[in-house]
């Protein structure tokens, strides 16, 4: 059965770091672009980071451009998202999700996460 696993979530105080995996099975994960979405209580979910399937081309939000790093682990068909200096707004559930274009549009992915809790509080 294929899927997505994302694991990494929790609570850091302002300037901490936390890495999200995005775990695939049942497919090949770096087939795909990957993609990290959040979703904030009463906010649209919104477009974080997408790594492209061959790994070297990266797109990052404005808002966490240069503090969160999107990177492949194709041995374990694996995607992380590593996020340094967090901040309070950077609170929300995160997804990640597989498609097979470039894309912020949340129709156009094929497979999706059920999310992972990041908390940043002091």
């Known amino acids: 059965q294929a899927q997505l696993v994302e694991s990494g979530g929790g609570s850091v105080q302002p300037g901490g770091s936390l890495r999200l995996s995005c775990a695939a099975s049942?497919?090949?994960?770096?087939?795909?672009?990957t993609t990290w979405f959040r979703q904030s209580p009463g906010k649209e979910r919104e477009h974080v980071s997408t790594?492209?399937?061959?790994?070297?081309?990266?797109a990052y939000a404005g808002s966490v451009k240069g503090r969160f790093t999107i990177s492949r682990e194709n041995a374990k068909n694996t995607v992380y998202l590593q996020m340094n200096s967090l901040k309070p707004e950077d609170t929300a559930m995160y997804y990640c999700?597989?498609?097979?274009?470039?894309?912020?549009?949340?129709?156009?992915?094929?497979?999706w996460g059920q999310g992972t809790q990041v908390t940043v509080s002091s």
């Open positions: 999700a597989a498609g097979h274009s470039f894309s912020v549009s949340l129709t156009d992915f094929v497979y």
């Open positions: 049942g497919y090949t994960l770096s087939n795909y672009y």
């Open positions: 790594i492209y399937p061959g790994g070297d081309i990266t």
